[in-house]
């Protein structure tokens, strides 16, 4: 394992991305995330509901092009009530990840994960071969990240596994 700033972060990520052939696998731990200040965001955050998703329509980009034949499947754990940030994400999820990406998108509550160690971060693995563990500032944005190569990443492979295995709510 090493760390890394942002700038190799995004060098590291964007190379396991091309990489990649087989899955994309995501584990989302947070309930806020600092780095998104998107005016679609913004206007949930203020009531503004139809206009928020109206914004997040008009904007929808598909993200992963080239990236068609990936398996993607993204869980994020979440605590109840959901947060404003997480309501709108699902509402994200619902016109741009899953229709325009093909993700495969979960929510698990954070109760029902006892025993399971996750990481503080979120925890993204590629083709079961490579890790990327982010570290967040109290503010919800990266500030650095874990990088986890092939023998190091056996702990990520049964996290999956094993959060795979709970009971998962599937967002249409």
Do not use: C
Not at 95 to 118: H, M, Q, S, T
Not at 137 to 157: H, M, P, S, T
């Amino acid at each position: 394992m090493k760390v890394v700033d942002i700038e190799e972060l995004n060098e590291t990520f964007d190379t396991f991305w091309n990489e990649m052939q087989i899955e994309f696998f995501k584990i989302e731990v947070l309930q806020y995330y600092g780095e998104d200040d998107s005016p679609s965001l913004r206007e949930w955050l203020a009531g503004n509901r139809e206009k928020s998703l109206e914004m997040m329509r008009k904007d929808a980009k598909p993200w992963a092009e080239g990236k068609e034949s990936v398996k993607k499947i993204r869980i994020h754990v979440v605590d109840y009530p959901l947060s404003e940030y997480i309501q709108w994400e699902i509402e994200h999820y619902k016109l741009i990840n899953i229709p325009f990406v093909g993700e495969e998108i979960y929510l698990v509550n954070r109760k029902k994960i006892d025993g399971l160690k996750l990481p503080k971060g979120d925890t993204i693995i590629f083709d079961k071969k490579k890790a990327i563990v982010n570290i967040y500032n109290d503010n919800g944005v990266v500030i650095k990240a874990e990088i986890y190569e092939d023998e190091d990443i056996e702990q990520f492979l049964e996290l999956r596994d094993d959060i795979l295995n709970l009971p998962l709510e599937k967002i249409r």
